[in-house]
Structures are given as C-alpha cells and as structure tokens.
C-alpha cells in the first residue's frame, strides 16, 4: 500500500548514490529515478556503503523537505526502525526483570541453604589436622574488634620473593567462616578466614606439609596480583603475635617465623606450571590461569579424584564446595543472560 505522502508503493528497491561515514548520511535512487536521504540509524542488519541495493521498507518526512528512509533493510521484509525496536526490547528486558530478579534471588538462596547444612571450612579444616590454628584464629575473632584487628592487618606487609612486600588489603576485613567466601577457582588446600573482596588472609593447609609435622603457614591471597600468593607467616600462631605485637606498636617482622622449604615448594608449584612430585599442583595452576570453564571444571574433577584417594578432607570439601559454587554461578548467569 502506497504512503501518502510518496509516489511510489513501499517496500521498492533502491540503490545507495552517496554515503558519508563521518556524517552517518546518504541518499538513495529509487528505481523511479526519485532520490531520498537516510541515516545510519534507518539501516536495519546492512552496512551502508555506495552502489549497495537496498530496499526501502518505510518513510518518513525529511527537516529539509522530501522524504528519508525510517527503514531500510537488504529484504524488504516489514521491520521496525532499530530506534523503535531498541525501545521494544528494552521494555521487554524491564517487564522480564522483576522475574529473573526473583529467579536470581532463588538460586542465591538455594546455594546458601545448600552449602550452610555442611561442615563450615574452619570446622572441616580443623578435623583434617588444622584443629590447633583454627581454635588460634578463632580467639583472636572472640578477643578483639572487627574493625581494629582491619587497622593492624593492613599495616603488615606481605611477603613476596619477587617483588619485596606489599600491604596486606583488606582494610575492611569480613571473617571469612563460610564456603560462600571461597573465591573461584582458587588452591583447594587453602582456608581463607578473612577476606575482602577478592583478597583473603588464610591457612595453606597442605596435608604434605601438615605430616611432615610443618604448620599451616598464612598466606595472603590478592587477587590482582601475581603471583597470586605471598607468604604472611609461618603459623596461626605467628600470625596472632604479630597482630598483638602491631597493637602494641612493636616490631613485627621478627615474629614471622620460618617459611619452611616444603612450604615454599608446594606454593611454587601452584604459582607455576612447573611439574612437582605432588603432581596434582599443576592441575591447580590450570584453575588458576586457564580462563576456560570447560578446562578448570575438568581439572577440578581430577583433583577431586585424587583427593578422595587420598583422603585428603579439606581439600575435598573445598573443590565440592567450588564446583558447586560454579554450577550456581553458572545458572544466575544463565538468568541474567535473558535480559541481554
């Protein structure tokens, strides 16, 4: 049916004579020799460029007099205006909302109704033979603020053999007592106890280390850094005397302990993709650095093999726990993915 306002009947083949890029500009020669401007914004799945056939779906009037194409696609099939289509699918992304939002708050309630009727991380790790430091990290909680146990945390310096130190960042400390707290995917041996954001003050709970009698170092997790680990000191122990000894505006480096060689390599390991003799440390690193779904779902599942071998209970609750973290992940991104 013809336009009032054209000579001609709608959708007719053009051809574009003129395109300004900078200006996002042309016209278009109707096969009855008529010219009509557009912009970019009329052009609907097509890239305009001269000699281009298009058609012309829909018009309206031109400031300057005459007529532009609204709509101009590579078809002539009827189709809004990217500009209308934009607002139809911003309304519907609005109406869907409310909706996905509730789904969202489902899954989040689920993960945590899930992960909260098993053993929490402190009490899994204390089971597995880190009884002594989490009780240690548990009376330093009791004893002293959340907010000035913050101050004197983030005025000790981490150490890194690479780059010297740097100040442990968690100026705003959570205790961290929960698997909701693990941070996806990081070393299944480690058990944070205090976080902010994606950083984290934990116990590296190796049972390699744990039975050749070494203690369960702190070590500070950033996680825009790499390496991602530095060594803080070398117990829970240690780690409460160097707190005290901030409080009472001493020293602290003296009390950091030793960082004890089967430390150091299993930290290595994971930081590297060097192979070692606990050959699961490499499987660890591809967590770390794959950047692939597919790839560190697979090496978790290797892991956790292994480590039910073993019997090795802490790192086996963690992998549990952040594979499962990543299957509800997975689900509230599908969700959110429906509002695109």
């Not at 779906?57 to 194409?69: D, I, K, N, T, W």
């Not at 440390?281 to 650095?289: E, G, I, N, S």
Request: glycine share 6%.
């Amino acid at each position: 049916m013809a336009n009032p306002q054209t000579t001609f009947e709608l959708p007719v083949r053009g051809t574009i004579t003129s395109w300004l890029p900078d200006d996002s500009i042309g016209r278009i020669r109707l096969a009855s020799g008529e010219e009509i401007r557009f912009g970019h914004s009329a052009c609907v799945g097509l890239r305009p460029s001269v000699g281009v056939e298009v058609w012309v779906v829909e018009v309206a009037p031109h400031p300057l007099g005459g007529l532009r194409a609204k709509v101009l696609n590579a078809t002539g099939a009827a189709t809004p205006d990217r500009a209308t289509a934009a607002l139809e699918a911003h309304e519907k992304r609005e109406s869907l909302r409310p909706v996905v939002e509730a789904e969202v708050d489902a899954i989040r309630k689920e993960c945590e109704l899930t992960l909260a009727a098993k053993p929490g991380p402190w009490a899994v790790a204390a089971s597995a033979g880190a009884s002594e430091a989490m009780a240690v990290i548990e009376a330093l909680r009791q004893r002293m603020p959340r907010d000035e146990i913050a101050a004197l945390v983030a005025s000790i310096p981490a150490v890194d053999r690479a780059d010297g130190s740097s100040d442990l960042r968690l100026y705003d400390l959570e205790w961290a007592d929960a698997w909701t707290h693990l941070e996806l995917w990081t070393d299944p041996c480690f058990v944070p106890f205090a976080t902010e954001g994606g950083n984290h003050l934990g116990l590296f709970a190796h049972p390699v280390a744990l039975d050749k009698g070494v203690p369960a170092p702190v070590l500070f997790r950033f996680h825009e850094h790499d390496p991602i680990f530095a060594w803080v000191a070398e117990s829970a122990e240690h780690f409460v005397r160097m707190i005290d000894a901030a409080a009472r505006g001493d020293d602290v480096e003296s009390l950091r302990g030793t960082c004890h060689d089967v430390v150091a390599s299993l930290v290595d390991a994971t930081l590297r993709e060097e192979a070692f003799e606990d050959v699961e440390r490499k499987d660890v690193h591809a967590l770390f650095w794959s950047g692939a779904r597919v790839l560190e779902s697979a090496a978790a599942e290797r892991l956790l093999a292994r480590y039910r071998d073993r019997g090795w209970a802490f790192p086996r609750a963690s992998l549990e726990a952040q594979i499962a973290l990543t299957g509800w992940q997975d689900r509230i991104d599908a969700a959110w993915a429906k509002l695109r």
